[in-house]
């Protein structure tokens, strides 16, 4: 259980069974950030507190979208313009 201030706000981080809560509680006093930690703590073990949607990471969203989606790119380097050929299984925009 962990609670810090950042500026003037005060921020919370723990994680219960294994899910992360976070969260700010805004430019309070510390005791009254502790209070708020307790409620916030007591909301997630009697089944209360939502958590929000997990987001994908932005490197990792190209790996769900179709292949067809995919914006269609040539090869950067070298080896990709070695003698002319092109390589098998690089992707090539329309010239």
Same mark, same amino acid.
């Given at each position: 259980?962990?609670? %810090?201030?950042?500026?003037?706000? &005060?921020?919370?981080?723990?994680? %219960?069974?294994?899910?992360?809560?976070?969260?700010?509680?805004?430019?309070?006093?510390?005791?009254?950030?502790?209070?708020?930690?307790?409620?916030?703590?007591?909301?997630?073990?009697?089944?209360? %507190?939502?958590?929000?949607?997990?987001?994908?990471?932005?490197r990792?969203? &190209?790996?769900?979208?179709?292949?067809?989606?995919?914006?269609?790119?040539?090869?950067?380097?070298?080896?990709?313009?070695?003698n002319?050929?092109?390589?098998?299984?690089?992707? %090539?925009?329309p010239?």
């Amino acid at each position: 259980m962990s609670l %810090y201030q950042r500026g003037k706000s &005060w921020y919370y981080d723990f994680q %219960y069974r294994g899910e992360r809560y976070t969260g700010c509680i805004g430019p309070v006093s510390k005791t009254v950030a502790k209070e708020i930690l307790a409620k916030k703590r007591a909301e997630a073990i009697a089944g209360r %507190y939502e958590l929000p949607p997990k987001k994908l990471s932005p490197r990792l969203e &190209w790996r769900i979208l179709p292949r067809s989606s995919l914006p269609i790119t040539k090869p950067i380097g070298a080896r990709a313009q070695s003698n002319g050929r092109r390589l098998p299984g690089a992707r %090539y925009s329309p010239s």
